[in-house]
Each structure stands twice: as C-alpha cells, then as structure tokens.
C-alpha cells in the first residue's frame, strides 16, 4: 500500500464527526487535513454548564492539535483558520489565511445559531452554539446579578434580574433548569442582597411541549423538574421582537428583561461556492445521499448536522445529535479506506437521547425505556463523562461534578472580561 | 460586645491583603464591606501559567462572594465595582454603581502595569498583572504560533515566532522559562510546520541580574536555566520604543516582533481623591507608618502592594510580594479588633522567596539557604499549592501539574476568542 500516491483528505471542521472521520480513516490511502476555526474541539452538549459556571471552558474542550498530531492519526494535520469559500472547480478550500487543495472533500462544519430574520436579534440576544458564546453568557448572566445586587431603581433591577430563555429543546431545558438552581440554591447565601423571588427564570416555547425530540413522559417530567426549581415554563408562546429591553410575543404579551438566552433554532454553517449553482437544502443542511456524498457536487461529502440525509424513517433527516456525526464520520472513513468494495450505507443506529434538569433531575428515553430522576441524571453525568475527550478533562469534570453535588454550589462563578483591551489585538487583524 | 454599635470597615480589594484582613478581623466590632472591581479572588503568581496554557484562570480564582459570603466571615459583604474616587470628607467612596460610607477605610487595591510613559506601550504590550490580561496573553502567543504555521511570508513569518519578554524580574523569568519549553518540548510535536529553530525567545533585563530581589545564587542559577531552555537572555539592555513591531533600545540594537510581554514596571492603582491634598509616594503607594496608617488621611489605613512602609531594614518599602500583604492583613485586623490595647507596630518576616524557571527547575532563597534544581522545585509547587485558596482549585490545579509534567504538555492550549460580538455587551455599559 505504501507505494501508491496517497490522496489528499480536507475536512472542514474538528468536531465530532469530523474528528472520528479522520481518526479512523486509512492513512495509509489518505493524507488528512483538518481545518477549523478554533484550536481545539468542543463539545457542544455540555455548552450550557460554560454558561451557568458550573464547568469551565477547558474542561470540555481539547487542543486540535494535541489531538490530530498524536501518533494514533499517522500524520495527520491541523490547519487553523474559518473556510469562507469552496472552490468545487479549482478543488481548494479557502480560508482567511491560505488556500488548501483537495482531492475530497468532507464538509463537517456543524451548525450556528438560526435567527429566523428578526431584526437585531443576533446582537441583543446570549446563545450556547459555541464555547466562546457560553463564556459570554456566563459573563453577561454574572453581570446582571452583580449589577443588580447594588441597583436600587425598582424597574431597572427587575429587568436586571428577569432571565429569559427562548426555545424549550435539549439545550433551553439545561440551562433554564440551571437558572433555576441558581435562583432556588445559590441567590440566598451568596447574594443576600437580591430576594430570590426577585429573580425571575422563564422558558417560553413556541409549540405545546418541551423536548419534543424525546417522548412525551420526559416532555411531562422536563415541564415538572423546572417547574419545582421556579423556572415559569410558558408553552404555546410565538415570540415576535426584541427591542428597547422588551420581548414582544404574538399573543400580544411582552416581558421586560436585560438577558434572553436564545436556544430557539439552528442553521448549517455557511460557505460561499465557487464552480457550482448546487446550494444547501432545508436548514442550510448540505443534501446528501446514503453514502454522505452531496448530490450535485464531485468528491465532496457532507456529514453530522450540516448534512440531511432523508428516508422513511428520518424524512426530515436525522436530528442533528453528537451520535449520528460520530456514526456518519466511522461510516464515511470505512467506506473511503476500502475504495476497491461496494461502500456501505449509513444507517443510524439510535443509543437514545437523554437531557438534564438539575441535580438529581434527568430524563433518559432508550427505546421505549424512560428513566428519570437520579437514575436518569447518573446515567446522563457517565455518557457525557465517557464521550468527554482526554483523560484530564474527564477528571477535572468528574471532580467539579461531585464538588457542585455535595456542595450544592458550582465553584466558578467567575466574571472574566477584559478591564480595557479586547481579547482580540489590533496587530492580529 | 454585641451591644456596642458596629462600625463600618471598608476594605477596597479582595487579594491576599484585604481578603485575610476580612477574615481574621473581629466581626462583632466591625462590620466589613470588600469592594473589588472582580467578582474573585486571584493568585498573582500563578498568572504567568495562565499565559502559558499551564492552568486554566478558574484555577487560580476564587469567587470572592462563595467566600465572603460563607459563615466564617461572619456578615461580611462583597459589593462588585471599581473604586474611582474616595471622598476623605464625606468618608465614602465611589465606585461606578454607588457610593459607600465608611469610618475606616483600608485600601489593599495593589498594583497595575507601569509603562513609564513609553508612548502607546500599553496597546501594543501584552501584560501579567490580571488574570484577564493574562487570558489575552494566552491568546496571543497561540494565535502568533497557529498564524506562522500557515505564514508562508519569511519576514511576517519571523516576527510572528520572535516572543520577547522585558523585565528580569520573578514574572518575566517565569514567562520566559514556559515560552523556553514551548521551543523546546511542544513545538516539533504539536506544531510540524514551525521548525523550532524558526522560534526565538528573548528575555530583556535593563540591569545586569535577572531576579535581582534574590541572592546572586538565584541570579546565576536562573541565567543557566533559562539558556538552557533555549531563552536568548539579554541583560544590561534598556528599552526606549516599540513602534511598527520593532522594539528599540538604548544601544541603538533593534528587534522585529509582533509579541512583547511587559514585566518591567508596576505602580499603585490609581484613585482620585476628594477632600484632602495627599497622594500617593514612590510608585504610587500610599505612605503608611507602622500601625499601616496612611500619613495625613484620618482613618485610612493601607496595606499590601500599594502600601509604602519604610524603616532601617526596608528604606524603600518591602517587596511587593503575597506574603507581606498577608502579614500586614493579619497585623492590622488584630490592632482593630483590640481597640482598647496599645496598637502592634508592623514587622514583616521574610519566609523567603522563589522563582521557577521550568520543569524541574526552580530557585529558592530562605534566609541563607539556596536551593536550585527539583528540589527548589517542587518545594515552589507545594508553597503555591498551599496558598492556593479552596480545596477544589488544589485538586484541580495538582492534577494539572502532574499532567503536565508527566506528559512534557500542557492541555490547555486554548484560544477563546470571540467570534463576533465581544464580551462585554453593549447593553451592559
């Protein structure tokens, strides 16, 4: 195998398709290339304990390159920086630095938040799609608490003090489930200023139920633990605008809040292309066969959420899950480390999905199984402590979680914004 | 005692000097306030790791409300703000939020970076006197490495992988020393496209010693450490400019860089005054007599770093280091908890002091005694192992070590920097 010219791999993105595409991939056939705009893998279902300071940012995040340039990828590479554009023509991608041709192509690029056209929302808005965005909200969410702490206008410190999440999936249940063990544990002892019935934690969801994705028994208990933690879970609730501190809804009702944590919608990450009219389909998701390859385009294969792959059973495609990225990339590396066989199909085999409430609060469904309770939260902190990259991480979690456990109180609560130079230098530019 | 009526201390600063003051002073007389313009506790040594990727700032922070707020201050309260003005008049000081009286004040604000007026020094530098300032310089020195390995431009390429460190004191050595092991250890592993000959690490020292406030064994034995990390070490070199990447010196010599970590100077954190003609002396600290009392202010004590207390022994102040911040807490909360006693002047006992260069290097001085080597070295990570406040920052922090030294690798090459919208938020000014 080793006299045959090996071809080159470039995959968009470190996350855990990509990651798991390029660990297993034949690097005998392939030179690997991974491109990303962070220097390190992230692991998006643990964003929003970033945000509520129960975990710090490292903890679930681990260095690219200590990763790809390890001996198990055989050389391997990892290139920092943002592809902005694919030439599908001239076969390179380009990113704000250089420009890296390609024999295939791997588009695992994942999705960012969807902001569904409403004006301004971006700007005024706080959301979990990536680790810098759950530092600021955890910075923003400390901010209002302190400020608030020593605010003595009646109106201005109950905005201050009315948190709102939009979106009642995976991601706005753990965090409203967070604020509301903040409110419920933490306000009294550490903030004797502020009443805890001052704070206020609302979910509002546009359709009639919370985890939708899951079955109806974790949608009843999800609606149940948050409400025992104090969060006001409103269902049924459109929202239309947020302007001058002021969410509009369509029913016509409005709350005045300093901070929404928008967890409303996703889209795929977007490319410009060049040499082809193909654009990506619903959701900004890249349309894809069986065999992951996007329809339309040559040596170019999409996987984990940025790809929709439909059938009978997903007609809508597969939810956009750490499971069907990690499947889709072992699936996709297979194939391409056996070019001379009939490639395999991906099929999507289901572990379950699970969410967390609180302390002691999880819902677990597998299959027709549903766990809940304490049973369902052990069974939530293993999987995510086990799909955690790198042993230090998993020890430094598993010892914040037992800290914050048998203390009732996460330790880093910690405000770190930068007093006068931004984080990002003028000579960098 | 619990009918006498409490006076009210207000203690600006929450570092070791303000926060030991808050712990062992007599909350039955006092009713003590910590302002402090972060919402933690954080562990100056230790910030050259953060630069270095060595330890996460969570770490090496504390959230000052868990503390303050627990039941072993009995009462005390934390209130979130900057100090900008002390009324001596009105006895009260201003922060952004509020103003806040008080019948004593101490002021154990410490120190800030000194650029000596060097025109726009403060922008282009990046500094070590904060835990945020030290985050920034996290992300600088991994975004200079992640920039030249896709730089294909020879002189842009140079300037990015030249890192110059000014100031031969404890931070610059220590700075210096983990860029050395980057260049030596990580670079060829993690970083293919760099040679490592292509990395220069220059540290600059005005003087002819580095750590000059330690014994010239110290001197000498932190010289050979630092080469033999590969640390182009330059004394007797005196900075005039950096402008357009090219740092000047007085001997006429330049150097090309784009990264210049400033250690060479601290001064007191500044404040404006109202009601009294008193400022602050040498260095901007507050001139204290024995008792810490600040000359000409009534009822305004200083301690720590931005205290200058001179006598025989110290006739330009002591070092401006934890432990006489911790003593002269430790001094002043027991001459205002015995109000009726004749007041204990202050005496500083020098326990030492250490420096680490590197792995299993590292100098020690206690009185007469020098240590160097593995030895200096690990009594150095158990002196700040201990210091280190909360049981979870121990742990986290120990385990992180023996990682690191374990593996010749830190995990925590991170570059967190905001994709779009910065950290603070508009609405939060």
């Given at each position: 195998?080793?006299?045959?010219?090996?071809?080159?791999?470039?995959i968009i993105g470190g996350g855990f398709g990509g990651l798991?595409?390029?660990?297993?991939?034949?690097?005998?056939?392939?030179?690997?290339?991974i491109v990303d705009r962070?220097?390190?893998?992230?692991?998006?279902?643990?964003?929003?304990?970033?945000?509520?300071?129960?975990?710090?940012?490292?903890?679930?995040?681990?260095?690219?390159?200590?990763?790809?340039?390890?001996?198990?990828?055989?050389?391997?590479?990892?290139?920092?920086?943002?592809v902005?554009?694919?030439?599908?023509?001239?076969?390179?991608?380009?990113?704000?630095?250089?420009?890296?041709?390609?024999?295939?192509?791997v588009i695992a690029a994942g999705?960012?938040?969807?902001?569904?056209?409403?004006?301004?929302?971006?700007?005024?808005?706080?959301?979990?799609?990536?680790?810098?965005?759950?530092?600021?909200?955890?910075?923003?969410?400390?901010?209002?608490?302190?400020?608030?702490?020593?605010?003595?206008?009646?109106?201005?410190?109950?905005?201050?003090?009315?948190?709102?999440?939009?979106?009642?999936?995976?991601?706005?249940?753990?965090?409203?489930?967070?604020?509301?063990?903040?409110?419920?544990?933490?306000?009294?002892?550490?903030?004797?200023?502020?009443?805890?019935?001052?704070?206020?934690?609302?979910?509002?969801?546009?359709?009639?139920?919370?985890?939708?994705?899951?079955?109806?028994?974790?949608?009843?208990?999800?609606?149940?633990?948050?409400?025992?933690?104090?969060?006001?879970?409103?269902?049924?609730?459109?929202?239309?605008?947020?302007?001058?501190?002021?969410?509009?809804?369509?029913?016509?009702?409005?709350?005045?809040?300093?901070?929404?944590?928008?967890?409303?919608?996703?889209?795929?990450m977007?490319?410009?292309?060049?040499?082809?009219?193909?654009?990506?389909?619903?959701?900004?998701?890249?349309?894809?066969?069986?065999?992951?390859?996007?329809?339309?385009?040559?040596?170019?294969?999409?996987i984990g959420?940025i790809?929709?792959?439909?059938?009978?059973?997903?007609?809508?495609?597969?939810?956009?899950?750490?499971?069907?990225a990690?499947?889709?990339?072992?699936?996709?590396?297979?194939?391409?480390?056996?070019?001379?066989?009939?490639?395999?199909?991906?099929?999507?085999?289901?572990?379950?999905?699970?969410?967390?409430?609180?302390?002691?609060?999880?819902?677990?469904?597998?299959?027709?199984?549903?766990?809940?309770?304490?049973?369902?939260?052990?069974?939530?902190?293993?999987?995510?402590?086990?799909?955690?990259?790198?042993?230090?991480?998993?020890?430094?979690?598993?010892?914040?979680?037992?800290?914050?456990?048998?203390?009732?109180?996460?330790?880093?609560?910690?405000?770190?914004?930068?007093?006068?130079?931004?984080?990002?230098?003028?000579?960098?530019?």
């Open positions: 195998m080793g006299t045959t010219e090996k071809k080159k791999l470039v798991n595409l390029a660990k297993k991939i034949d690097k005998e056939l392939w030179n690997v290339v962070n220097n390190y893998h992230s692991f998006p279902p643990l964003f929003y304990q970033v945000a509520s300071s129960g975990l710090e940012p490292a903890s679930i995040s681990f260095p690219l390159r200590r990763e790809i340039h390890s001996r198990k990828y055989h050389g391997a590479q990892y290139h920092f920086g943002r902005e554009k694919i030439d599908v023509a001239a076969r390179c991608v380009h990113t704000q630095f250089e420009t890296i041709g390609y024999d295939t192509l999705t960012t938040n969807n902001f569904f056209g409403i004006p301004d929302l971006e700007k005024r808005v706080y959301t979990l799609k990536s680790t810098t965005e759950a530092i600021r909200c955890r910075n923003e969410l400390l901010d209002r608490l302190e400020r608030a702490s020593v605010c003595t206008n009646p109106e201005v410190r109950a905005r201050m003090l009315t948190f709102v999440v939009v979106g009642g999936g995976p991601a706005g249940v753990e965090i409203a489930g967070a604020l509301g063990e903040l409110k419920r544990y933490i306000l009294k002892r550490e903030y004797p200023s502020i009443n805890p019935d001052e704070m206020r934690v609302i979910l509002v969801e546009g359709t009639d139920a919370l985890l939708r994705a899951m079955g109806p028994k974790s949608s009843a208990d999800a609606l149940t633990g948050l409400r025992q933690l104090l969060v006001d879970v409103q269902l049924g609730k459109i929202m239309k605008s947020y302007d001058n501190r002021c969410l509009m809804f369509a029913d016509g009702s409005k709350i005045y809040t300093d901070t929404v944590i928008w967890t409303a919608g996703i889209t795929g977007p490319f410009e292309i060049e040499g082809s009219d193909v654009a990506p389909g619903p959701g900004a998701r890249w349309v894809v066969d069986k065999l992951n390859r996007v329809k339309g385009l040559d040596n170019v294969y999409a959420d790809a929709l792959m439909t059938d009978d059973k997903y007609p809508k495609g597969h939810p956009q899950v750490a499971q069907v990690l499947q889709m990339g072992a699936n996709l590396a297979a194939n391409l480390s056996r070019p001379d066989k009939e490639p395999r199909p991906f099929e999507y085999r289901d572990k379950g999905s699970m969410a967390t409430i609180g302390r002691d609060r999880a819902v677990v469904d597998i299959g027709k199984v549903h766990l809940k309770g304490r049973l369902a939260w052990f069974a939530w902190l293993v999987v995510h402590l086990m799909t955690l990259l790198g042993m230090r991480n998993r020890t430094v979690v598993f010892i914040n979680w037992m800290w914050s456990y048998f203390t009732f109180s996460a330790g880093l609560r910690l405000l770190f914004r930068p007093d006068k130079y931004p984080l990002r230098h003028h000579w960098a530019e």
